[in-house]
């Protein structure tokens, strides 16, 4: 009888201990398949899982991806920027992810590291194979020149990041050279402390898409921000616009300048009951090959709706603004506003760091002459 | 091709059930004469206190395990207005070390954050669909 009893308690706590520890699987290497092609400027030299876990809940399997790469540089140009697609299934939302790496600068023959933390979705119905696929995007070198499949739109991302870094490097250059330490502390500190909205969150309804309007919203007109020098100028736009709910954003933009545009990206922004604006979202074309001929007008428009948050509290939403805040010409060429567009229309203290900014702010962090030595470098 | 089952042996089924039934009326006849309050059993004596506590921790933990595994994938969350909102999954753990997150929105239903990554110093700029 005792023997028993033994075998009864161990099986239920075996039970127990069984299905908590089902909750979440180590994540072997073998399950993430890495894609570089084999006459790509970058090689795949290490994968560590590291804390990969997976999890089977229901019908789906929940990916926390957390692997370190091992690269090196295999071609014969300076790498300045990378981005890796990080796929689970393409299908539904959830399931397929970007990660980039502005603003490197590795040598010929020198090896980077590139760490990948992303949360996934799979269908556990997707049966056997690797549960994440990450292969190359693109890479952007020295000379703005790209190499990859740029199934992401990579390249233009890649290169505004480059642009908005000699911008802002600028930027901060001038201040050291007008104002000294004093004045690059307080610039940076400005920085540091640009409003910033908590991550939207995105809505998936059937009625997003609708021009109609829903209980309680309203139609909003966009205010536009003008930059003399941008070869697009906004138009007119409206977006619905309920709380701090908003969606459904379209909007008309003219070609001004004398070469066709294939992608237009335009800055929006809200504005609280106290009059402090926020960046809410960036608003691209939606159509994919857009051909924007030199003094033509194209309308576009996007289905998404997100409610917007700032500390936790809803945004009560009063206003919009938009701006042009990217332009890719039909020859390659990418347009970002200049410093003198920033400061002219106050969008510099609005607008959140750019990559670049954020780098230089957590050098800050070490020690304003670590700032300075940074920005000393050609 | 299913093979063929080996042919059962003889077995008296009727004096089995018989003396099953009698066995049976003996053992009520016997609990009937002894009467009173019945002592405690052997195995009952030993289902109580941290016993007891442990068992029902055990099936405790088993049945939250199966509701959790029979519990949909919460990508697509209920909202409160009857919209299906979907958490950008700000992409699963965060690091405690990262200091300052810039997080960006895309109006074709994307989102993503900037921040400078504690194992490999680089900016890192994320984005998921």
Not at chain 1, 4 to 12: E, G, V, Y
Not at chain 2, 8 to 35: F, K, S, T, Y
Not at chain 2, 78 to 85: K, N, Q, T, V
Not at chain 2, 100 to 114: K, P
């Given at each position: ?19 908590g520890l089902a909750q979440e699987t180590v994540l072997p290497?073998?399950a993430i ?16 899982p590291?804390d990969s876990r997976y999890t089977a809940r229901g019908g789906a399997i929940l990916v926390d991806l957390d692997a ?18 990080v796929v689970s299934q393409?299908v539904a939302m959830g399931g397929k992810a ?18 990948i933390v992303q949360h996934l979705v799979r269908p556990a119905s997707l049966?056997?194979?690797p549960l994440v ?246 | ?64 395990a199966?509701l959790l595994w029979r519990h949909p994938a919460p990508p697509v969350a ?8 979907t958490e950008a999954a700000a992409g699963g753990r965060r ?33 998921e669909w």
């Open positions: 009888m005792e023997s028993r009893a033994a075998i009864w308690w161990l099986a239920i706590g075996a039970l127990g201990a069984a299905a290497s073998s398949r890495i894609d570089i092609p084999k006459d790509s400027p970058v090689a795949l030299l290490t994968l560590d590291r370190l790469l091992g690269m090196r540089n295999t071609g014969s140009n300076r790498i300045h920027g990378i981005t890796l697609r393409e970007s990660v980039s790496i502005p603003r490197l600068n590795i040598a010929p023959g020198e090896t980077f590291p590139v760490h049966g056997p194979g696929e990450v292969s190359l995007d693109g890479v952007l070198f020295q000379d703005l020149s790209f190499y990859g499949p740029d199934r992401l739109h990579s390249r233009r991302d890649m290169i505004a990041w480059e642009m908005e870094a000699q911008r802002d490097r600028d930027y901060f250059k001038a201040i050291l050279a007008r104002s000294g330490r004093t004045g690059l502390q307080q610039a940076i500190l400005r920085e540091m402390d640009r409003p910033r909205l908590d991550r939207p969150t995105m809505l998936r309804t059937p009625a997003a898409s609708s021009a109609a309007l829903g209980a309680g919203e309203r139609s909003e007109r966009f205010a536009f921000v003008s930059f003399p020098d941008a070869p697009v100028e906004p138009v007119s736009g409206t977006a619905m616009v309920a709380g701090n709910q908003v969606r459904a954003p379209r909007i008309e933009v003219r070609n001004r300048g004398t070469v066709a545009v294939r992608h237009v990206e335009i800055g929006w922004l809200v504005k609280d009951p106290s009059g402090r604006e926020y960046l809410a979202a960036s608003v691209p074309s939606s159509q994919p090959d857009l051909q924007l001929a030199a003094g033509g007008t194209a309308a576009f428009a996007q289905d998404a709706a997100m409610k917007l948050s700032r500390n936790g509290q809803p945004l009560d939403i009063r206003g919009m603004t938009g701006f042009i805040s990217q332009v890719e010409l039909a020859d390659g060429k990418v347009w970002v506003p200049s410093s003198r567009n920033l400061d002219e229309t106050a969008l510099r203290n609005v607008l959140p760091p750019s990559p670049e900014a954020i780098r230089l702010t957590e050098l800050y962090r070490q020690g304003l002459d670590a700032l300075i030595a940074e920005l000393h470098k050609p | 091709m299913v093979a063929e089952w080996p042919a059962a042996p003889e077995l008296p089924w009727e004096d089995l059930a018989a003396e099953m039934r009698a066995n049976i009326r003996l053992r009520v006849a016997a609990g009937e004469c002894e009467g009173g309050e019945r002592p405690q059993t052997e195995g009952a004596a030993r289902f109580t206190g941290w016993r007891a506590a442990m068992a029902l921790a055990s099936l405790a933990v088993v049945v939250a199966g209920p909202a409160g207005d009857g919209m299906a909102a690091d405690p070390r990262i200091k300052d997150v810039t997080y960006s929105a895309n109006a074709d239903g994307s989102t993503g954050d900037s921040f400078v990554d504690p194992v490999t110093g680089y900016v890192t700029v994320r984005r």
